[in-house]
């Protein structure tokens, strides 16, 4: 079977196809390789695919432009499709609104259409976010909660994904699952993330801000979990027989929580990088940041009863990999 990966010199789409081609699946994996965060990180994490793995090929293209979209997957019949690609980051949302429509709304609908119009997509999973809970206080957050509340346009562009996915598997019975993943980590991980940032500070003996005055709780899931849901929900086809599923949908469309399905500390997580670091950090209290809520905490019954799925990896284990994978990565050790 052939797999296409949007986003595939992303941190999870880099570990979902290093995870199909281990398997010995065939993998097209797509990106635009934008400058949100570093370009030389995303080439490095194709390279690192390309030099370990046959059977993947590389389309550098910006799935948000339909022709070249269509243009590029010509000769390709992917029977699966993981669009894990977008405009990711709940801040920079504030700050560049346009980027995240572009991405996240005409790069859905494109993703949409090329997979109902072709005559060999049999299951499309796509990336939806924890973010869609918005200021929810329910925890943990269940797919049954309400999501019409988002406090950030990151948020409000996954749940319109979510929407636009209900309609087509409507109308199309394109079989689709939607994921709403929480706060992933581990290595080859996203520079704009808390754990970089802070594990970066303290090795270079700067201060980190430590936002909401340090009362915050994350469902931190490792990067290895978090990709075992996604195959999971790649090798089972959500069914199109008018019964409910996950999320509410009678279409063949489901939505799951994918998280560790434990809430921890943010002190906690930043003790365990001075440990695996060495080193104590200077911690300066900051408010809440704008879009940013309190505590996420993930209720993964319905992926767990439907599929199995079981996360394995607490934050204990996760975050001195990630340490270990960054400083190796950057030659400190």
Request: proline letters at 5%; a negative charge; glycine letters at 8%.
């Amino acid at each position: 079977m052939t797999y296409l990966v949007t986003g595939a010199a992303g941190f999870i789409g880099y570990h979902l196809s290093d995870r199909l081609l281990s398997r010995g699946e065939t993998v097209v994996g797509i990106d635009n390789v934008n400058d949100y965060y570093s370009t030389k990180l995303k080439r490095d994490r194709i390279a690192d695919l390309q030099r370990r793995h046959n059977g993947f090929t590389f389309l550098e293209v910006d799935f948000a432009d339909q022709d070249a979209l269509t243009e590029a997957l010509k000769g390709h019949k992917p029977t699966h499709v993981a669009h894990l690609g977008a405009q990711a980051g709940v801040r920079y949302s504030i700050e560049n609104p346009h980027a995240y429509v572009q991405s996240n709304l005409v790069g859905h609908i494109n993703l949409l259409e090329y997979c109902r119009h072709s005559d060999s997509v049999e299951n499309l999973v796509y990336a939806s976010s924890s973010s869609v809970y918005g200021s929810n206080t329910n925890l943990p957050f269940s797919v049954d909660d309400r999501v019409d509340r988002p406090i950030s346009l990151y948020a409000a562009t996954k749940k319109a994904d979510e929407l636009m996915s209900e309609t087509y598997s409507h109308l199309y019975r394109l079989p689709q699952t939607g994921l709403r993943f929480f706060t992933v980590y581990g290595p080859w991980g996203r520079p704009d993330m808390a754990m970089w940032l802070f594990t970066k500070a303290i090795l270079e003996g700067r201060p980190i801000n430590v936002f909401g005055e340090g009362n915050m709780q994350r469902d931190f899931t490792y990067i290895d979990d978090i990709v075992s849901g996604v195959v999971a929900c790649l090798d089972n086809t959500p069914p199109d027989d008018g019964q409910p599923k996950a999320g509410g949908s009678v279409n063949p469309h489901r939505l799951y929580n994918i998280g560790n399905h434990r809430s921890e500390e943010l002190g906690h997580m930043i003790s365990l990088i001075e440990k695996a670091v060495g080193k104590e950090a200077e911690k300066i209290m900051m408010p809440m940041q704008p879009g940013d809520v309190r505590a996420t905490y993930a209720d993964i019954d319905a992926i767990s009863g439907d599929l199995g799925y079981e996360p394995t990896t607490t934050i204990d284990e996760g975050v001195p990999r990630f340490v270990d994978w960054y400083m190796r990565y950057h030659g400190l050790r």
